[in-house]
């Protein structure tokens, strides 16, 4: 009797310290450190995160200055196609189009290039407003644009009723039936730049 006692003793002993670890099938308890690492592994990556996102929209996104004192406005884009047909029944007499500038600084910029043609024709005028920050807003008009490509270069601190340049927010260009040699066509814009030097 006594080794039947031995014997139960033992299994008893077996079962109630498996029960003691959970039981069988319950999954063991991550350690405190480990949970501390996986988050602190998680904030990391979702602050790696954060600074590409910054860094793509800083430096990739907004204009930046080129090599020996270029500012591209859009690196790369290619031209802009603004149709027009004023022949449409209840078109408008003038279109307008916006290009923005996203607050660029061009204070200490003197040329503004701004290469457009149209699709036929030549001596159209093309008006075009600068806008700044605190909204104040010069116009220019460009005169002898035709279907040739030409880089048409103001002064920016020429551009007249604007007191600061060092956010300007968009371009308008404004084509007017009556300023437009054809009723109908397509005006194309370029990469517009502003450069330093006299």
Request: charged share 25%.
């Amino acid at each position: 009797m006594k080794e039947k006692s031995d014997i139960y003793n033992t299994l008893a002993d077996v079962y109630f310290s498996s029960g003691s670890k959970g039981g069988q099938g319950e999954k063991p308890a991550i350690p405190i450190e480990k949970k501390r690492w996986m988050w602190f592994s998680v904030l990391v990556n979702v602050l790696l995160f954060l600074v590409v996102i910054i860094f793509l929209k800083a430096f990739l996104f907004r204009p930046q200055p080129m090599l020996r004192g270029v500012l591209e406005v859009h690196p790369g884009q290619r031209p802009i196609k603004v149709a027009f047909d004023f022949d449409v029944k209840g078109a408008p007499n003038t279109i307008v189009y916006e290009l923005p500038l996203e607050g660029i600084d061009v204070s200490e910029y003197a040329k503004m290039v701004v290469p457009m043609r149209f699709d036929s024709g030549e001596n159209h005028i093309v008006r075009l407003e600068v806008i700044n920050r605190f909204r104040e807003s010069g116009e220019v008009s460009i005169t002898g644009v035709d279907k040739h490509w030409q880089d048409f270069i103001i002064n920016v601190k020429d551009v007249p009723k604007l007191t600061d340049f060092k956010a300007l927010k968009k371009l308008r260009f404004f084509l007017d039936k009556w300023n437009v040699n054809a009723n109908k066509g397509t005006f194309y814009i370029g990469n517009v730049k502003f450069i330093k030097g006299d």
